[in-house]
């Protein structure tokens, strides 16, 4: 099977820094190299209808299937696609796509324009509800994001507290952690770009900015820790938390950022940002970590390791190629 990967060309492939959708595509095409088929990747940053150049120029007919990773080119993809009559699946990495009462109207007109692809590859069921909720009527096909957990270190101990991990913005919520937790008796670390324009100021005394990890640096610094904290207000599958599982690390987490998990596992802590008091469960989280660190890590080995991802995400995409051979 032959596969085309597109991507925005905004960040390279793979990332050299920071760049969750751009990890994840490169990851995929090692995958699907590595169980014998063919995966290339198109990355062109282009604006306006220059984009329909930039398709063509790909010659997407001659791929079996292509899946699209920009959600905002599905209108230029779909025209092309209908034209020269190849399969075309569609994915959407928007934080908010689960929660369409805070879509901003660029994301409205992009579902718009998805709602009439004939297939949409997503990474939650919570998306997939949604969209059909809201009237798509396309195939879906939910696949979670997947990680190679060999490649994250794994130790029994952590000698170091609570991390807070991704790009510092407003959907992640980094700033009102740092003041829920400010002169508390929890450590937090906090490690990744910060968006322009975004106040964030840890007291350097109990929360600490370590400036953006490097991948490397994320596969082997993770596991030093006992629980990560996610409090986003939108999720769509965050690459962060498995890392962190594969790390061993408790969960402590916005009801928004807990797709795809058994949320009754003991290791995961729901909190509630405008009732629960954060540095009382950020502790009980810490405290109960031991005893649970190799159990977390074979939940993310047995759930999201690509060795199990990657033959759904086959299947799924050789289903496609089948309806359109």
Not at 188 to 208: E, K, L, M, R
Request: with cysteine; glycine share 6%; aromatic share 10%.
């Amino acid at each position: 099977m032959k596969v085309l990967l597109v991507s925005g060309g905004h960040l390279p492939i793979p990332p050299q820094g920071w760049g969750g959708v751009e990890n994840l595509i490169w990851q995929q095409k090692q995958a699907l190299e590595q169980a014998g088929h063919q995966a290339a990747i198109l990355n062109d940053y282009v604006r306006g209808l220059r984009r329909f150049a930039a398709v063509l120029k790909a010659c997407p007919w001659q791929y079996d299937i292509v899946h699209l990773h920009l959600d905002s080119y599905a209108m230029y993809w779909l025209i092309v696609s209908r034209l020269f009559r190849f399969p075309v699946a569609i994915s959407t990495h928007y934080g908010y796509a689960a929660f369409p009462e805070k879509w901003d109207n660029s994301y409205r007109r992009t579902f718009r324009r998805m709602r009439r692809a004939r297939y949409l590859i997503l990474i939650s069921h919570e998306i997939s509800d949604t969209f059909q909720h809201l009237g798509c009527r396309a195939k879906m096909f939910v696949i979670p994001n997947g990680i190679h957990c060999l490649a994250v270190q794994f130790s029994q101990t952590a000698f170091k507290q609570s991390i807070v991990l991704g790009r510092v913005e407003p959907r992640k919520k980094q700033a009102m952690i740092a003041q829920a937790l400010d002169g508390k008796a929890v450590q937090c670390d906090f490690a990744g770009p910060i968006a322009p324009d975004v106040v964030f100021s840890p007291n350097d005394c109990n929360t600490h900015y370590l400036g953006e990890w490097s991948r490397e640096q994320v596969h082997r610094e993770l596991t030093n820790y006992a629980c990560l904290i996610l409090l986003s207000d939108g999720e769509g599958h965050a690459a962060v938390v498995s890392e962190a599982m594969a790390a061993g690390l408790s969960l402590v987490l916005s009801q928004e950022a807990s797709h795809n998990l058994d949320t009754s596992k003991p290791w995961i802590y729901i909190v509630d940002r405008d009732k629960d008091v954060l540095s009382d469960v950020v502790t009980r989280a810490v405290q109960e970590n031991s005893q649970y660190r190799t159990q977390i890590r074979q939940y993310c080995e047995a759930n999201f390791d690509w060795s199990i991802i990657l033959p759904r995400y086959i299947h799924d995409l050789e289903c496609i190629a089948r309806e359109n051979g």
